[in-house]
């Protein structure tokens, strides 16, 4: 089992949709990160969060520690936001490493 | 742009051979980090410097190796190639030892 696990897989929504994409963890972790990587090949650092809930622009994410889940949540989605969504989570104590573990990606189509 | 600049953006090369990726972090970042993604592993964590000692080993092969210069580039140094070896090869810095990573371009390396 991985230790990072995202939901769904694949998502293919029409422009305009709320969106929600999930992932669960099973370590213990001093942060949790969402990466958008493109169809080439680049990968952007969407939000870095240990704790409640960030939002910028139309993107929202969300952690709950106790739960070990994070969601990322995209408003009024656009074509433009089709892309690879990754989970990763920093493992071990603050400050000691930034070793990531990634998830294995949610694939997001928006149709317009 | 992320500032983080990757030379060469594509390699092929051959089976047993010795190839070296070289990465220049953003302005003023101290720690460097290495990421190989293949289509059957995902994205893995393969190594971080941070101001030009070792912070944080993931999954590298002891063929490979990397380095932090004393300017704070980096290079990852991959030998006796192998067919599996054809990845994505994207580095990372950030500002401090724990802090949001911004990626490269990555490396496309083809071992035939």
């Known amino acids: 089992k991985n230790e990072v696990e995202q939901s769904p897989q694949n998502l293919t929504a029409q422009e305009g949709e709320f969106i929600t994409i999930n992932c669960s963890y099973s370590?213990?972790?001093?942060?949790l990160h969402w990466l958008q990587q493109h169809p080439g090949g680049g990968i952007v650092s969407l939000f870095m969060?240990?704790?409640g809930k960030k939002k910028h622009g139309r993107l929202i994410a969300t952690i709950n520690i106790q739960e070990k889940h994070s969601s990322l949540h995209i408003t009024a989605s656009h074509p433009r936001d089709s892309a690879v969504y990754i989970c990763?989570?920093?493992?071990?104590?603050?400050?000691?490493?930034?070793?990531?573990?990634f998830g294995t990606g949610t694939l997001l189509a928006v149709q317009p | 742009d992320s500032g983080v600049t990757q030379t060469p953006k594509h390699l092929i090369t051959a089976t047993g051979q010795r190839v070296t990726l070289r990465c220049s972090p953003r302005?003023?970042?101290?720690?460097v980090y290495w990421y190989q993604q293949s289509l059957d592993q995902g994205l893995q964590f393969l190594i971080q410097?941070?101001?030009?000692?070792?912070?944080a080993k993931g999954n590298i092969l002891e063929r490979f190796s990397a380095q932090q210069f004393p300017d704070l580039h980096s290079e990852l140094n991959l030998s006796s190639l192998e067919l599996g070896d054809s990845a994505l090869y994207f580095c990372?810095?950030?500002?401090?030892?724990?802090?949001?990573?911004?990626f490269g371009p990555g490396t496309r390396l083809l071992v035939l």
């Open positions: 990372a810095s950030s500002a401090t030892r724990t802090g949001t990573q911004y």
């Open positions: 370590v213990g972790i001093s942060a």
């Open positions: 969060l240990s704790s």
């Open positions: 990763a989570v920093r493992s071990g104590g603050g400050g000691a490493t930034n070793k990531l573990i």
């Open positions: 302005s003023g970042d101290l720690s």
């Open positions: 410097y941070y101001n030009g000692e070792e912070r």
